[in-house]
């Protein structure tokens, strides 16, 4: 249990610059009224997990690309053109190989589905500037340039809505290597081996040249978009920030916002890769790799245990989050074998443990020594979902400084009735000597009138 519970601890978040304000504690500027704030989050705030999609021509082979010599070179991710300084003329031409034949959308929302997860969010596009939906504001994309000649975002949407979950859409608004107008912080990040002059570069003509028209398409061509995921928006001005956040409130004013559209503005805060130790105020999203990349990677077999992702899915609902887990597709359109392994043992517990991790809120106990809690309140009081990372070996769970009274603990496995008595500590649970779930197992225990925890 150590080492998972090691992995478990929280990767303090870089202090680093933070241009576009995407680090900042600072709360999340609302535009709209808080009842109408909840009620747009209120689905999501109920789904706690969901599926990221990391797929471009990056995934055709493996975040690799073919050297002046045919040897494949190391792109390291789905960064490679930037870090390969993959010319524009040649990098474009992956799109006329590019032919997912092994797509199909009702495939990808099935894995979803049978995760447990309530929404799917698809890099419709990300930095290489590529858009992997039929946009007409750049001719640069999946149905123009490729013989696939197909709109997958249009097919998973559509799949999405057969199948009950939410389709939200990633759009990269701080990079764009395609478009000779989107400079980065001293070019760190910038395609400055085709435009060299940084100082040339003016985000707003790309702004209004490519990247609204493409926004736009995406909220009116798609039908409902649940969440618009943006990335990396370091350049954009509050300005720029507040007229995306109006034309997107104009067109959905249903679809959700995250905070990178920058400069404090957004329905909801981004954790990237950790997990708070304590959360935020404002709602928020841990977003994850299954492996170390985003997009596909050739070799990169090095899967986080389904034991870890569970807990840490527990983890984040005690905490108030949603867990967004990423998977990438190779370029034949196929999700790789171990993150489909992983997501379907996360999809048995879920189907046996859901009840404690949809639609309940954060844990009213500050710290827990043997797992977490999630809660839901009643009529009358509130149910809490004891999730027991370490199950007592003396068969002696307690609960922490509660002094409610208890209505009823059960197993939510098995429905079977544990006996409960209260002590100094606080509630005090006799429990089996076996634990029904190895990995995290779940008590249900319904307590009497407001929560009283010392
Ligand atoms: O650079 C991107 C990266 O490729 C990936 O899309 C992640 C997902 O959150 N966002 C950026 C890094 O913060």
């Known amino acids: 249990m150590a080492a998972v519970a090691a992995v478990m601890t929280v990767a303090s978040a870089t202090a680093a610059p933070d241009p576009g304000n995407i680090h900042s504690e600072e709360p999340l500027f609302k535009i709209d009224p808080p009842q109408v704030e909840a009620r747009r989050l209120a689905w999501w705030e109920d789904a ?55 797509f199909n959308a009702d495939e990808w929302v099935s894995i979803a589905k049978n995760a447990g997860m309530k929404y799917v969010i698809i890099t419709a596009k990300h930095h290489d500037g590529f858009a992997m939906f039929d946009s007409q504001a750049s001719d640069y994309n999946i149905v123009a340039r490729t013989p696939f000649k197909r709109d997958p975002v249009k097919e998973l949407a559509e799949a999405c809505r057969r199948q009950g979950l939410k389709f939200g859409v990633y759009y990269s608004l701080g990079r764009d290597w395609q478009d000779p107008d989107v400079p980065t912080r001293n070019g760190y990040r910038s395609n400055t081996w085709d435009y060299p002059d940084e100082k040339k570069k003016v985000f707003a003509r790309y702004f209004e040249r490519k990247a609204k028209p493409q926004i736009r398409e995406l909220l009116t061509h798609y039908g409902p978009i649940a969440v618009l995921w943006f990335d990396t928006p370091e350049e954009i001005n509050k300005e720029e920030s507040l007229e995306l956040v109006n034309m997107i409130r104009q067109l959905q004013p249903d679809c959700i916002i995250n905070q990178r559209v920058g400069n404090r503005y957004g329905d909801y805060r981004v954790a990237e890769q950790q997990v708070p130790s304590a959360g935020y105020s404002d709602p928020w999203e841990t977003c994850m790799t299954l492996n170390r990349h985003w997009g596909y990677y050739l070799g990169d077999e090095d899967w986080k245990p389904a034991e870890l992702l569970i807990r840490r899915l527990v983890d984040i609902a005690s905490k108030g989050g949603n867990f967004l887990l990423n998977v ?22 879920l189907k046996m443990n859901g009840e404690a991790i949809y639609g309940t809120t954060a844990s009213p106990f500050k710290k827990l020594d043997w797992g977490r809690c999630t809660q839901k309140t009643t009529a009358d009081g509130a149910t809490l979902y004891l999730h027991v990372f370490d199950w007592p070996s003396d068969g002696r769970l307690v609960v922490p400084g509660l002094k409610n009274p208890v209505e009823s603990a059960t197993l939510l496995a098995d429905g079977k009735t ?26 249900v225990l319904k307590v009497k009138g407001p929560l009283q925890i010392e």
């Open 48 to 102: 706690r997990f969901g599926m990221f999609i990391h797929w471009g021509l990056y995934s055709q082979w493996g975040c690799h690309f073919p050297g002046p010599d045919g040897k494949m070179l190391d792109g390291m991710s789905e960064h490679m053109m930037l870090r390969l300084k993959i010319p524009l003329a040649q990098y474009a031409k992956i799109a006329d190989v590019f032919d997912p034949v092994k």
């Open 418 to 443: 544990l006996q409960t008595s209260s002590s100094d500590q606080g509630v005090v649970l006799s429990l089996p000597a076996a634990a029904p779930d190895k990995i995290s197992s779940t008590i």
């Open 328 to 349: 990438g597709p190779t370029g034949e359109g196929v999700i790789p074998a171990g993150s489909v392994e992983r997501l379907q043992e996360i999809g048995r517990w």
